[in-house]
């Protein structure tokens, strides 16, 4: 067991707490478990698998393992562990990931030779180290930005590099780019705190979620790993059950800002009425010469489409097309009472989510400066950002209710095309 230690170091603050600091400790089916009294108000959970050996802690030590490990280690060598009948659901849930993700990689076929399984379940675990502990760091860091106030993050861009440095080091590229985006918050006008109050709870609530991802059903489990930034194989998707049906293109959207050019396909059903996100990067943003590249608005094709995990599942691989893309017609349009009712579905199963496609029969009105989409029953939410689109598209309504895709954002609704007839205007 010493043997194991990464340093001496670790070995001697193990040995102090392998008494009354370990709590609620058990061993069944070749794992180790128990709570172990930290810093914080609440205990560690340290697991260790001891046929590998394999560990797990939430604590945030970049040792691996660290020293509750270590100390659940020792008390079990010398027999201060009691047999249980089953593992504790945090331990049972730890080793199904681990499993889990075993299965994935088995199944992958192996690039350049024979596959380390044990490596990459090592490697696997201890990424998952490396990020609670940088999820750690920033829960110490979005609790002084409250405690000390917002004051001194008004005057730059700046407030946030540091701690997203930190994310890129514990390989939780998702919070990171949360973290780059959030710098611009102070600058974005009146009411930026309490914008910038609500992202730093949204960070916290994934933080909270990540630390508690084993006892998560497997959806939102996914939805956290998602957000956190991990990935996820184009073959383990691919993998994934097939929806098979004629895809509407509602709207293409490209983003060249970024570090990376990318574009957004909003797809929908015509059969099943399911939505679906495909998404395309290219660095040179010449997306035409990528498969699916082509696909404009208002043209539909029949294909497979292989959506990834996560609730609700909205991004997807397109597969196997059965037909070539050619003129799609109008959709089914709906109102904003039903927009509202399936945004509020989707963010009770995705509470981090910022966007979700709609359709809604409606047609653009004033209001003082801004533009709203009204629908007939008089509901109107904000067209952001309006500019040309709402002027294109009160030309193509003439005053009449027309369909209109929309992509909701918290912000309001950004219009991405609506149909004269069975015609597609890109808005």
Partial sequence: MLALAPDAASVSAARRLTGAALTGTGAADGLVWGLCAGSGSKPYQ????????????????????CKHALALLLAWAGGAVPEAAEPAAYAAAWRHEREARAATAAARPARGGVRDEAAAARRADQRDSRVAAGLAELEVWLRDQVRTGLTGVAGGYGHTSRIAARMVDAQAAGVAGTLRRLAAVPASGEGWPARLLAEYGQLHLLVRAYQRVGELAAPLAAVVRSRVGYPVGREEVLAEPAVTDRWLVLGVRDNLEGTVAARRIWLRGTRTGRYALLLLFEPSGMFARMPGGELGTGLAFEADLHFYPGAPPLRALAGTQHAAAGP????????????????????????????????VLGVPVRSGEEW??????????????????????????????????????????????????DRAVAL
Avoid at 46 to 65: G, N, Q, T
Avoid at 333 to 350: M, S, T
Avoid at 382 to 402: F, I, K, Q, T
């Fill in 46 to 65: 340290a697991v260790v698998d001891l046929e590998d050996p394999a560990y797990r802690c939430s604590c945030p030590s970049r040792k691996f393992p």
């Fill in 372 to 421: 709203l989409l009204a629908d007939p029953t008089g509901a109107c939410l904000p067209l952001r950002p309006a500019g040309e689109a709402a002027w294109l598209l009160a030309a193509v309504s003439g005053g009449d209710p027309v369909p209109v895709a929309v992509e909701w954002t918290p912000a309001g609704l950004v219009p991405l095309a609506c149909w004269h007839g």
């Fill in 328 to 359: 799609g017609g109008a959709p089914q349009a709906g109102d904003i009472a039903g927009l509202l009712r399936a945004v509020a579905g989707a963010l009770a199963a995705d509470p981090w989510l910022t966007e979700w496609p709609a359709v």
